[in-house]
């Protein structure tokens, strides 16, 4: 066995899918954790059991939370807006050459941006998999970008590890943290289909985070105005209060 935090999928993706696949549906029928036996990473086993715990539906789509001027305004503010253009760059290019998706949470699970082809995007929606959705393992279940928030790892999950609705998917995602404080910022996820169940793409992400971190550490100029002339949010849209920070 390799890295946990790996999807180790062999030399045919769609075999060990359905693997996976019958697992994950006698264990949404009997919520008993899988043995040893079937396979199935640790990692993910414990995901599924939180997402239980959490009641997650295996059809319901997670909630889209911001959207509008509500959602511009908190993603401005947001210390991830300093980092964006560079997670582009090494992340955003590659899944758009690669027919997939980079998004970009915050450290609730939010997602503020979501960016990539076109068909790639519109596939997305129909999983609420878009800007202003709550991906945290809660009310998505078992995916990168809210597993790697509730372990503080990076992660990748691979196709049947997800909920129904998610299993044509695979992602890969990473935290970001403050690189002067060690607070946790959020997550980038690169999302795709098989293609993205490679080490590669976790190696991608996590070096994007590292680089974005290190941006972070970068002097930039005060500019507390634009923070302050965004429109007032609430604890329900700004729970981490970045707006009364930056």
């Keep these: 066995m390799g890295s946990d935090w790996?999807?180790?999928v062999g030399a045919d993706p769609h075999a060990r899918a359905r693997e996976i696949?019958?697992?994950h549906s006698a264990f949404m029928t009997t919520r008993q954790l899988p043995s040893p036996a079937a396979g199935l990473r640790e990692v993910v086993a414990r995901s599924w059991q939180r997402?239980?715990?959490a009641e997650v539906g295996p059809d319901a789509?997670?909630?889209v939370l911001l959207g509008g001027e509500e959602l511009r305004g908190y993603r401005a503010a947001h210390p991830l807006a300093q980092v964006i253009?560079?997670?582009r760059q090494?992340?955003?290019?590659?899944a758009e050459e690669g027919?997939?998706?980079m998004a970009v949470a915050d450290a609730a699970g939010r997602l503020l941006w979501v960016e990539g082809g076109r068909a790639a995007r519109e596939r997305a929606a129909r999983i609420n998999f878009v800007e202003g959705a709550l991906w945290d393992e809660a009310h998505a279940g078992t995916n990168a970008p809210g597993t790697a928030l509730a372990?503080?790892?990076a992660v990748q999950i691979f196709a049947t590890e997800h909920r129904p609705p998610v299993q044509s998917w695979t992602c890969a995602a990473p935290p970001i943290h403050d690189p002067a404080t060690g607070r946790r910022l959020g997550v980038v996820d690169i999302t795709g289909g098989d293609t993205v169940a490679h080490p590669y793409s976790l190696a991608l992400v996590r070096a994007a985070a590292r680089a974005a971190e290190g941006e972070l550490w970068l002097p930039r100029p005060q500019n507390t105005a634009a923070a302050s002339s965004g429109p007032q949010r609430g604890p329900a849209a700004d729970p981490d209060g970045w707006s009364a920070i930056l």
Excluded: F, K, T
């Design 6 to 8: 790996l999807a180790e």
């Design 90 to 94: 090494l992340v955003g290019s590659a």
């Design 51 to 53: 997402s239980a715990h």
């Design 85 to 87: 253009d560079v997670l």
């Design 99 to 101: 027919e997939q998706l």
């Design 61 to 63: 789509g997670p909630p």
């Design 151 to 153: 372990l503080e790892h």
């Design 21 to 23: 696949g019958r697992v």
